[in-house]
């Protein structure tokens, strides 16, 4: 199994994308199972889109891909499949762009940030631990107690960087 840090490398490099997709999808139904969560047909299916790249989607461009496979073409079906994705940590809301990415650790109590390429919209997730401790520790400096936050980090991944220097 590979570490966080070296997965987040992965999204913003070449690597064999099938096998990291077929990986994480089959901890996803491993997790759902001993959840005793029905992962349906078009649940199923979102999540296998949403695992086909290294980015996140909008629950539009979700539904499109599904009205064309035949699962439906009314908005419900897109978003109650991602808010049952994201209910049971398969899949997290990139609020940021207002869409939804695959989590690349299921089953994993986790809250990762978000590391977002502008220019290709490539996301992966990061350890947010020393994020988190920086943040408790500002805040409890004047008196505030954190309980939720999503960091989402706007840049540029190595690739467009270089391409944008060539």
Do not use: W
């Not at 992965?10 to 096998?19: I, P, S, T, V």
């Not at 990986?23 to 047909?41: H, I, K, N, S």
């Not at 107690?145 to 980090?153: C, D, I, L, N, Q």
Request: overall charge negative.
């Amino acid at each position: 199994m590979t570490s966080p840090e070296t997965e987040t490398a992965l999204a913003f490099a070449e690597h064999d994308h099938d096998h990291c997709a077929g990986d994480t999808l089959a901890r996803a139904e491993a997790v759902a199972a001993e959840r005793g969560a029905r992962l349906t047909p078009v649940r199923r299916r979102v999540l296998e889109i949403l695992l086909e790249a290294h980015r996140a989607m909008g629950a539009y461009e979700v539904l499109d891909r599904l009205a064309a496979e035949g699962f439906g073409n009314q908005p419900p079906v897109a978003y109650r499949a991602l808010e049952f994705l994201v209910e049971h940590g398969l899949a997290h809301r990139v609020r940021r762009l207002n869409a939804f990415a695959a989590c690349m650790h299921p089953g994993e109590d986790h809250s990762p940030v978000f590391l977002i390429c502008k220019s290709c919209d490539a996301v992966a997730e990061a350890p947010a631990e020393p994020v988190r401790a920086a943040l408790a520790k500002a805040a409890g400096a004047v008196g505030f107690t954190v309980e939720r936050a999503t960091v989402e980090a706007l840049g540029l991944c190595g690739a467009c960087r270089e391409g944008a220097a060539a």
